[in-house]
């Protein structure tokens, strides 16, 4: 629902008539009959008053003393600038007419020291000529007294006394000057008006220094305050908890109470299961909001209280002259009430209302910030989730912190809970302006550094994006690399190759060798060539390359790393206190992310299979983890692709099975040079493998010797040329024709023809993807018991069982004990699953 539906506004705002004018009251137009209609009509004028007490108090006093009834001769009206005075005087002058009276006015700001003097004006008024006052000098009390005795009732109203008096100072009058005398006549008006008794005198003057012009007029306001002191009684016509009825008196033509009652208790009840105030808060609050509706009650304070300290904020006239504006620019949209947030401050009419009092260089800051296609507020804006993004909770949290940043006694800085009880609505939870304020802290520039608080000097985030302009994608490079070598430990049995520009950068050898690339797969040339030559050792290679060349995640975390060390670096930089500890603190936690960001760019792990490579994605990494290749390492031990120990059964199965004996050496180069063929760690496991299998009788060990193989009851030391093993025993076997031996362990891959035949031994090659000679598990369960650390470890293999089963089914259990999670971060974690597409099979929370 509409506010408007509620609190209808006044048709000229509805319109957009907002001719400023309206909200300037001038009580000189209004004797001249030149005022806008809302302060001529009397009817008008007093249909959009509110009577505040202060109101009612000054026009009963006078309405007495005008009938001859006792009561306060002189009347002061002292409130800050715009604080209701000018129109408390028309609401007098309007008065007039149901008393009977006559009323002389004079309005210190309208009329020049060359004009008729404050004497000669009011005798004017209320006689029609000027004889007993005429001249330059003060008419003296009993003149005064005669014009008042013969022409009463009379009310005189005397607006911006100090103002007039401060121009008369420059004018001669003999050895004085016009101020002198204006001052004299001041004094002598308030005797006179005291000794008749239907007279009354109201005048007004400032509140403070504030709206003094010079040291001269501050010697004059004390002399006035001196002179009226004596008989004058002092009104304030606006309280500060009135302000309230009086802003919806003039702006709106009709409230529905029990509607607006309805959306605050709404809003009360969102606020108290929020926890954001206790009950006697909340009370307090209510009544507030009640008065305060269609706006919320922080919008009037911190117009009235904050922005109108400032000298040139007029309070009333002010807050009136902006809400107008805001109250039109949010006519047709869906929102229950205002808050502070609702300001459009892309509207420029609302924008120089406020800009007028804190300058002109904060257009631009408001636009980088706040209002700007690209500025920071819409990016996170942009950012939301779809069930948060109309909130527009970017700008509306923005606009609320700038609003509130400002004061003319200097108080800027903004408390997390007021911005959530002034940007909350009940569709969504106060955890989500926690969020939006961070993103604001990392994101805008003008936010200070050292609170809440807009300021017009460029923030730390504006010094790093500024330094960030200036780093070259060479500079990245060299630093993301340099990261990458860091993260080496070389503990892994991997020698590790970093960045190769050409084959021949990595050795033809029998090490295991992780190469390390930017680019997002291996290049085949390194696979397949040596240089100029085949290369032999395939099997020995694995690359770890980036997940993709298109992620900006890692170039933008290295391009903040690099400034911010130059920045702590640069002595000419003028940083406050705050912000070198904000940089060293910024340092700190990009350097605990290294590995994290290095990591989640180099995930895709390449292993060669017979016609290829098979992509193995790291996935995230491990929690606690600090070297690259131990995580390799671990990825390559948990998918298989690399084996510490082989077991004799294993190599039974599949090497001996169809063959009689099988040469040990030749096996282990082949599974050095045949993609596709297992990798064990080392000869030593190998050894370990034979040697447990002749232990254990699962096959013999034979020394091949001029084409016989005799056979030894011993365990294998080292691997020899001549060492094999065999499923028989005690028995001489043959190996004469042995043309294909060669041809298999010449270094080539295999030629699939025949069948991997090597003399009187048929060695079954592994089909891509298949190990036909090996037992087969159609489905597969499995329960598992995970340490926290182990996750990643579950995840690799799950990944690595996708590839294998069309269907996949993971069931999770967690049981999280002996700690406290809040119920918001729990309601998080829900929303998170959802998101996932995650469903929830049982649930269980004990308080």
């Known amino acids: 629902m509409n506010f408007t539906q509620i609190a209808v506004p006044h048709e000229d705002i509805i319109k957009g008539n907002l001719t400023m004018d309206v909200y300037a009251a001038n009580l000189s137009q209004v004797v001249n009959k030149t005022a806008p209609k809302d302060y001529l009509d009397a009817d008008l004028f007093f249909r959009r008053t509110y009577f505040t007490k202060g109101l009612n108090n000054i026009l009963k006093i006078a309405e007495e003393r005008l009938r001859g009834n006792s009561g306060d001769s002189v009347i002061q009206l002292q409130t800050p600038f715009g604080g209701g005075k000018t129109h408390t005087l028309i609401s007098l002058y309007h008065s007039v007419t149901r008393w009977n009276a006559n009323v002389a006015v004079f309005d210190g700001v309208a009329l020049s020291p ?34 008042l005795r013969e022409n009463g009732p009379a009310l005189i109203l005397m607006d911006e006394i100090l103002e007039y008096t401060t121009k008369a100072s420059a004018v001669k009058v003999e050895d004085s000057n016009l101020a002198s005398q204006t001052i004299a006549f001041i004094q002598e008006l308030t005797a006179a008006v005291s000794t008749v008794g239907n007279a009354i005198l109201v005048l007004t003057l400032p509140s403070s220094t504030l709206e003094h012009y010079d040291e001269n007029a501050e010697r004059m306001y004390q002399q006035l305050q001196k002179i009226t002191g004596r008989v004058e009684k002092i009104y304030t016509p606006v309280e500060d908890e009135e302000i309230e009825h009086v802003i919806r008196k003039r702006l709106f033509s009709k409230i529905d109470e029990g509607k607006a009652k309805e959306i605050v208790d709404n809003f009360l009840e969102h606020i108290k299961n929020e926890g954001l105030l206790a009950q006697d808060e909340l009370l307090k609050y209510r009544e507030r909001f009640l008065r305060s509706y269609p706006f919320k009650p922080e919008v009037i304070e911190t117009l009235y209280k904050k922005w109108g300290t400032f000298p040139t904020f007029q309070r009333t006239r002010g807050v009136l002259r902006l809400l107008s504006l805001v109250v039109n620019s949010l006519i047709t949209s869906n929102i229950p009430f205002i808050r502070l947030g609702d300001f459009d401050l892309s509207n420029e009419s609302i924008r120089r209302e406020l800009i007028k009092h804190i300058g002109p260089e904060w257009d631009s800051i408001i636009a980088q910030d706040i209002t700007g296609n690209n500025s920071g507020a819409k990016k996170i804006d942009s950012n939301l989730s779809p069930a948060y993004r109309p909130y527009k909770l970017g700008s509306v949290v923005s606009t609320t912190i700038f609003l509130n940043s400002f004061s003319g006694i200097g108080k800027r800085k903004n408390n997390i809970k007021d911005i959530k009880i002034s940007t909350l609505y009940p569709e969504f939870h106060s955890s989500e302006i926690d969020n939006i304020i961070n993103q604001i802290r990392d994101g805008l520039f003008y936010v200070a550094d050292d609170g809440l608080y807009f300021t017009n000097q460029p923030n730390l985030n504006k010094i790093i994006i500024d330094r960030e302009e200036s780093i070259s994608r060479e500079e990245i490079l060299q630093e993301e690399r340099k990261i990458v070598k860091e993260h080496i430990s070389g503990n892994y049995n991997l020698k590790v190759y970093f960045y190769p520009q050409f084959s021949r950068d990595i050795p033809d050898s029998k090490d295991f060798k992780l190469i390390i690339n930017d680019s997002e797969k291996p290049d085949d040339n390194f696979f397949n060539k040596y240089g100029e030559q085949p290369r032999v050792y395939k099997n020995t290679l694995f690359f770890l390359c980036k997940y993709s060349t298109e992620s900006n995640a890692l170039f933008s975390y290295l391009k903040k790393l690099i400034s911010l060390k130059s920045i702590e670096n640069d002595t000419t930089i003028n940083l406050t206190d705050v912000q070198r500890k904000e940089v060293k603190t910024k340092l700190e936690d990009l350097k605990n992310r290294e ?234 974690i829900i929303e998170a699953l959802s998101q996932a597409n995650i469903r929830i099979l049982k649930e269980k929370k004990d308080v």
């Open 595 to 828: 590995y994290e960001e290095i990591r989640n760019d180099y995930r895709s792990l390449f292993v060669p299979v017979q016609n290829g490579f098979k992509k193995i994605d790291m996935g995230i990494p491990t929690f606690g983890e600090r070297s690259l290749d131990k995580e390799v390492f671990e990825t390559l031990k948990t998918n298989g692709a690399l084996l510490e120990k082989i077991s004799p059964r294993v190599i039974k199965e599949k090497y001996l099975k169809n063959n009689e004996f099988l040469e040990i050496k030749k096996l282990y180069e082949a599974f050095l040079k045949t993609p596709g063929e297992l990798r064990i760690l080392s000869e030593d496991s190998l050894l370990h493998g034979i040697n447990e299998g002749i232990r254990n009788k699962i096959f013999s060990l034979g020394i091949l010797k001029n084409d016989e193989i005799e056979i030894v009851n011993e365990e294998l030391d080292t691997i020899e040329y001549n060492s094999v093993i065999t499923t028989k025993t005690y028995q001489q076997l043959t190996t004469e024709g042995n043309s294909e031996v060669d041809k298999y362990y010449d270094g080539n891959s295999l030629d699939e023809s025949n069948d991997g035949y090597v003399g009187d031994i048929n060695i079954d090659v592994i089909p891509k993807e298949d190990n036909y000679w090996e037992k087969k598990y159609r489905n597969l369960s499995l329960k598992l018991d995970v340490p926290v650390g182990e996750i990643s470890t579950v995840v690799g293999i799950v990944g690595n069982l996708v590839e294998t089963f069309k269907n996949i089914s993971v069931k999770i259990e967690i049981d999280a004990m002996d700690g406290e999670l809040s119920e918001n971060n729990y309601e998080n």
């Open 114 to 147: 060359n004009d008729p003097k404050p004497w000669e004006e009011i005798e004017r008024q209320l006689t029609g000529k000027i004889e007993l006052t005429r001249g330059n000098s003060a008419p003296g009390s009993n003149n005064l007294i005669k014009i």
